[in-house]
């Protein structure tokens, strides 16, 4: 099997991303020869914040939980292929996800493979809540009173170090997304972990492949300026990385969706905040000079990344408990329904502040302008709209009362009868709520270990 060229395929780009999505990568990479790697990237901060308060409940439970759904359909065939898995699922508690991951390869049939653990973002544990208070949030923020978890981006040496031990699947909690495909390719060519173009490349490609199918046209789409050909099977992206850092960029066969230079350049562009400097625990990327070029059909070739070495710190996020947010909707629709949507506002208004609560409260009408108005609604002040139509009034509170919130919603369901002419389709939600900053640490502070399931 030949090293010149590594396949890297994405079946995930966030928790909760398509559970279909990488049986067809999957298929797609065992036609493939050289050496082949599937990864999953599942993990934002807040879901890695919510992910510690669950924990918190149950010390068995969180990791992904859509772990299950991703790896149930996919591990058997990978395993028989020889296609390795690398994924950050582990979020909170990357143990318990290798037992779930091995206990899934006895259902389906594959006992065998290993399933190796990454461990050492959980930095609370090692600096203690003292020692991460000391530390300036990068945003500004103050950090709240109870301290749910902070944890660092590790980078990919840890990853290329469980693959060189032999594993077939490797579990992370926090890492950096690039990291995920950056890992595979300092195994499998033995990169130096100072050679920055090399890694440059190789975290490119992985920023390329973290959000799955942003980059094979889905978020990408829009009807009648940037068409995409049957996005509702669109397929999932594939790298080829060589040895030497060259990147093409392709995606499943026989699959909806596209890649093409515009689908390559967004992405490429996506939470990028300085194109010269995009900071990594592994190196700092500088895509000015980078071009792309098709090659064929849905086949883009990236050349240019450039690398400097990486940074002093390493980024790691501060959760903290963020109380409750409850939220209530109710529409009004056909003649005069604006008036009677706003009317619905200003009752809800009034009898918020009957309640007394100084919980910070926002309301909505959705319809005009609600995603860009400010809390004080001046956008939709200062347009005229149609006063027929459908409307629905939302209005959003946080507190860490979690009475209050829920009073505040029964105010909503109680416009029925209470509110004005033709309201209806209420909902209503209560959920837990964590607060996130980030703080900069010293590589020093930060030890990873590789272990192995059967041995956690």
Known sequence: ?????????????????????????????????????????????????????IKML?????????????VRPILKRASDTGVRI???????????????????????????????????????????????????????????????AANVYLGAEPIRDALAAGADVVVVGRCTDPALVLGPLLHE????????????????????????????????????????????????PIAEVGRDGSLIVTKAEGTGGMVSARTVKEQMLYEIHDPSAYLTPDVILDITGVS???????????????GKPRPETLKATVSFDGGWLGEAEISYAGPNALARAELAVNVLKERCSMLGTNSPLRFDIIGTLSTHDGVDGALRASREFSGDGDYRVRVASQSFDKET??????EVLALYCAGPAGGGGVRQDVTGQVHTASILVDRDRVHTNVSFAEHV
């Not at 079946?11 to 990488?22: C, E, I, K, Q, T």
């Not at 919130?405 to 029964?410: Q, S, T």
């Open 189 to 236: 060519f033995g990169w130096a972990l100072d050679d920055w173009q090399k890694l440059a490349c190789g975290t490119l490609a992985g920023h390329l492949l973290e959000c799955g199918a942003q980059v094979t046209g889905s978020y990408f789409a829009d009807p009648g300026y940037k068409d995409v050909p049957n996005l509702a099977q669109v397929g999932y």
């Open 292 to 306: 792309v070029e098709e090659i064929g059909p849905d086949r883009v070739r990236v050349v240019g990344a450039a």
């Open 86 to 148: 690398v994924s950050n699922f582990g979020a909170a508690n990357p143990s318990a996800a290798a037992r779930k991951i091995m206990e899934i390869a006895r259902e389906v049939g594959c006992p065998d493979i290993k399933v190796a653990v990454i461990s050492g973002d959980d930095i609370l544990s090692v600096m203690g809540e003292d020692g991460i208070r000391a530390h300036d949030t990068i945003e500004g923020l103050e950090m709240g009173e109870d301290l749910v």
């Open 58 to 70: 149950d010390p068995d439970t969180g990791y992904s939980p859509f772990l299950e759904e991703y």
């Open 405 to 410: 919130v829920k009073r505040i919603n029964f």
């Open 1 to 53: 099997m030949s090293k010149d060229t590594v396949y890297i395929g994405c079946g995930a780009g966030f928790s909760g991303d398509r559970f279909d999505a990488a049986g067809p990568v999957v298929e797609t990479l065992a036609r493939r020869d050289g050496p082949r790697y599937l990864i999953f990237e599942a993990l934002a901060e807040r879901t890695l914040a919510i992910a510690q308060k």
